[in-house]
């Protein structure tokens, strides 16, 4: 959340920030045995204590490759900005950043889009802006006859005029979207009566429903699709179905409100369990199928589940350490009525833990911090500073379950889902997707649909933030258009594998294979996306990229949000308008399967289904 930063820095002139901490990854390049390169940090050289990946803190890959971190950096602290002041009448203004030189360095050029296409361009004439000024301008626009559900786009780039010591002449220094508040028509909807009708085949154990051109089956067991094909090819291998659960980043694993309680909460273990499934056709065109099922945690290895326990109490015992001796913690042991082990027990901190850890088996942590205020506090005047003093008040007036939720949660979410398959003769599938959160919950990581599509499917194109990855809290580096590449194209490749290749504000996004066959998706209106050639559970255990195991295979990511990133690496976790809260949610996604050669995605994406 660099952009929250540098407002800030920008709205007082006394306040300094942004400065790049490490600009490059400091990872020390290895090779498999077979030749497969690597980067190597903490640890890897048997090397103890070490700090593990926190070398690993750079804009840049320690081969000099950009991160798109450096985007988002480029885009918020840029020296030039523009602001609209009626964008309708096309007035606009520059403002110079710059403490020392104007902008006469500098070509600003704009255009006018519709969508993708380009209908207008220009030029400002030469800026003579001085440094902490701004200048105003009236750009030539024509508004475009609109079509419906088109949007309009106005982006400026500033680039270099001329050559310099640093950058070569073009260079784009600065850049600018707006949004066009033109009043924009609606699709008219697309009547039922005048799809083919369809056939629906609802057996014992699948409901499948066919098409001209397609036919889809569902398995009611798993209440998922498994198979999907049109025009005789396959196009799903598995899902879509509920994921609430991404690989950990660097930040997720030192935020105190992230993995660990992700883990604990056991959304990286979900189960699926359907509890009904509802087959109807309520007209010859249109199919529906609805169900509905419960995602709770599967059973997890006790090992396991006491070792992500300790490091949930972590925290507790760093707040306690602030305030206990020797002679407190034997104190606090005869309080709670543990025999104290003495101190060739380990370290005081060793000690600390145990007991934290044996309290919290018994469900009494709030009565230990509660005799620990007791302790410090009677009986010892000025021994206790006026601070500490003011924090132990603070954990004397809050009740038990206050200290639970604060210093040991215990988590019984689940999850209950309705998924809404409604298919027409069209060949499109309207998903609506309701969850509500149930029990006790942390913020998720996200909240969305997961599917698999076979890797013939491997061209990527999408409308939306781009060209490089995304998410809510790290997305002013992107600009809203059209892009493309292969599935491999959107891995960025982390040193510590981790969730990656997001893309935010996704109107549409579409898989096609060679042919340019494939499957579009439709937000209704956005959604996150993303598309990768390895499994999340892979990203989620691997340390290094040589650990990974690239599958033929897609995973498709249709999310309605994810969390924010945050800087818990060094700094605050996510900011609370960054988080996802475990709430009920409900969101529509379109899927459609095409060729290109007869309708595009970007028109199929404006269709509109009239509602049966």
Not at 273 to 288: C, D, G, L, M, W
Not at 309 to 337: H, I, N, T, W
Not at 458 to 475: A, L
């Amino acid at each position: 959340n660099l952009k929250e930063y540098w407002d800030a820095i920008e709205a007082y002139p006394r306040l300094q920030g942004g400065f790049v901490w490490d600009w490059v990854d400091q990872g020390l390049t290895r090779f498999t045995e077979d030749g497969q390169k690597w980067y190597a940090y903490g640890g890897d050289y048997d090397d103890h204590p070490n700090d593990g990946n926190f070398c690993l803190n750079g804009l840049i890959n320690p081969d000099r490759t950009i991160q798109s971190a450096l985007w988002e950096h480029k885009k918020v602290t840029q020296p030039v900005k523009f602001r609209a002041v009626d964008l309708l009448a096309g007035q606009i203004e520059v403002v110079n950043g710059y403490h020392l030189s104007d902008l006469s360095a500098l070509d600003v050029s704009w255009q006018l889009a519709a969508d993708d296409r380009v209908l207008q361009t220009g030029q400002l004439p030469s800026l003579t802006t001085a440094p902490g000024t701004s200048e105003a301008f009236k750009l030539p626009l024509t508004q475009p006859e609109l079509e419906p559900g088109v949007e309009y786009w106005l982006t400026f780039s500033a680039c270099l005029g001329q050559d310099t010591a640093w950058a070569d002449k073009g260079h784009e220094v600065a850049w600018e979207q707006f949004k066009l508040p033109y009043p924009v028509p609606q699709a008219a909807p697309i009547p039922l009566a005048d799809m083919p009708a369809i056939e629906v085949d609802d057996a014992k154990s699948t409901v499948t429903v066919r098409g001209p051109e397609f036919s889809l089956t569902l398995d009611k067991s798993g209440g998922t699709l498994v198979s999907w094909r049109y025009q005789d090819k396959e196009l799903i291998g598995q899902g879509p179905r509920l994921n609430v659960w991404r690989a950990p980043t660097d930040n997720d694993e030192r935020d105190q409100n992230g993995e660990i309680h992700w883990r604990a909460a056991g959304l990286d273990r979900l189960e699926h369990a359907v509890r009904t499934v509802k087959v109807e056709q309520p007209a010859p065109q249109t199919a529906r199928i609805v169900v509905q099922s419960v995602c709770a945690p599967g059973d997890q290895d006790p090992a396991l589940r006491a070792a992500q326990r300790s490091q949930l109490l972590r925290p507790v015992v760093g707040q306690l350490g602030q305030f206990v001796d020797e002679r407190v913690l034997q104190a606090l042991y005869q309080k709670m009525g543990i025999p104290y082990p003495g101190r060739d027990a380990g370290t005081k901190v060793d000690r600390l833990g145990a007991l934290v850890a044996q309290v919290d088996l018994e469900d009494r942590v709030p009565d230990m911090l509660h005799a620990l205020v007791d302790l410090l506090m009677e009986g010892h005047e000025g021994q206790v500073s006026d601070q500490v003093r003011q924090r132990l008040a603070h954990y004397r007036n809050m009740t038990a379950d206050q200290i639970r939720r604060e210093f040991a949660p215990r988590y019984d979410g689940r999850f209950a889902c309705t998924y809404t398959y409604t298919i027409h003769g069209s060949g499109d599938l309207i998903l609506d997707m309701q969850v509500e959160p149930q029990g006790s919950l942390p913020p998720l990581p996200k909240i969305g649909l997961q599917m698999e599509m076979p890797g013939a499917y491997d061209t990527f194109t999408w409308y939306g933030r781009g060209p490089h990855e995304s998410y809510i809290d790290r997305q002013e580096g992107g600009a809203i258009g059209v892009y493309g590449g292969s599935v491999d194209d959107q891995f960025e490749s982390y040193i510590v594998p981790q969730e990656n290749g997001n893309k935010t504000d996704v109107r549409w996004m579409a898989l096609t294979n060679t042919e340019g066959c494939g499957l579009l998706a439709v937000g209704a209106p956005t959604i996150n996306g993303s598309v990768q050639h390895y499994r999340t559970e892979n990203l989620s255990v691997a340390r290094h990229t040589y650990e990974l195991e690239r599958r033929d295979e897609i995973t498709v990511n249709l999310d309605y949000r994810q969390c924010g990133l945050g800087s818990a690496s060094c700094g605050p976790g996510t900011r609370p308008e960054y988080l996802l809260l475990p709430e009920p949610i409900a969101y529509s996604i379109r899927l459609r399967p095409f060729c290109d050669q007869e309708e595009t995605p970007m028109m199929l994406s404006k269709q509109v289904i009239e509602q049966g």
